[in-house]
């Protein structure tokens, strides 16, 4: 079953075209990594899927057409966690969690036992229970992206977009979200599209990745095919070696540029 689908999808802002001709099939349950250089269509392209931009071309998300559902209907087909939050003031950890279950109660109605116990289940999965009283306001960055995470599971979409989940994380939670996200993924058979800028991770935790430069794709395959050091440095600017163990997901490491013998 295929999750998402577009075909020559472009968006142009300003009267400058910010993507041009994608076209991207995701099958239902995969991890797709969108890679790229800042400014190649990553998060551009996450907000089209979102319903959030409008675009040439066609697109289907979790069997719906961000152009013509409603916004009820795509929220409970997708969900979006942004690179920049906004977070209304006065709103607690776990208020702002429970927005999330909002495509879920029915219209004029309030949140039930089983939306409090999603909620409290998402909280306790990415470690926030402690947090659930507190102010979002008044967490660190990278407390309120786990919660914004959190708000993004609790609507239970099938289709998860990601923006830089792991950005403003330590190394210990990038793992855990990573991880947390993999085993949903499983469990729930949510189809993941993140837009990540560490490649290693990317490779670690994507079953295919798609490398976007100046709005287009450039490449799409496996971690494998994609990350080659010719590749990166091309597209990135930047030298780079691969590495390759069996059985491993590559890793890619920056090369210093020789300092003149010293």
């Not at 990594?33 to 071309?57: E, M, Q, Y």
């Not at 998300?61 to 920049?84: C, I, K, N, T, W």
């Not at 993999?182 to 993140?194: I, K, N, Q, S």
Request: aromatic residues 2%.
């Amino acid at each position: 079953m295929t999750a998402v689908r577009c075909r020559a999808v472009g968006v142009t802002r300003g009267g400058r075209g910010v993507l041009a001709d994608v076209d991207l099939t995701v099958g239902e349950g995969e991890w797709v990594a969108l890679v790229g250089p800042n400014g190649a269509g990553k998060t551009t392209l996450l907000h089209v899927l979102a319903g959030l931009l409008d675009a040439t071309g066609t697109v289907d998300v979790g069997g719906e057409d961000p152009a013509r559902a409603s916004r009820r209907a795509m929220a409970r087909a997708v969900a979006l966690m942004p690179q920049r939050p906004v977070v209304p003031d006065g709103v607690t950890v776990a208020e702002l969690v429970m927005l999330g279950r909002t495509p879920r109660i029915p219209r004029f109605g309030t949140e039930g036992a089983s939306d409090r116990a999603a909620v409290d289940d998402v909280l306790e999965q990415l470690d926030l229970t402690p947090f659930a009283d507190r102010h979002a306001t008044d967490l660190s960055g990278g407390e309120l992206q786990r919660v914004v995470l959190a708000r993004a599971l609790a609507q239970e979409p099938r289709v998860l977009l990601l923006d830089e989940p792991t950005s403003a994380l330590d190394l210990g939670h990038q793992q855990q979200v990573l991880e947390l996200v993999d085993h949903l993924r499983g469990e729930r058979e949510v189809t993941v599209l993140a837009a990540m800028h560490d490649l290693t991770a990317a490779a670690q935790y994507s079953d295919r990745m798609v490398l976007l430069d100046q709005g287009r794709v450039v490449a799409d395959g496996t971690p494998a095919h994609v990350l080659t050091a010719e590749r990166i440095g091309a597209v990135y600017g930047a030298r780079v070696e691969i590495v390759r163990r069996p059985g491993e997901a590559p890793a890619v490491l920056p090369v210093r540029h020789d300092r003149g013998g010293s």
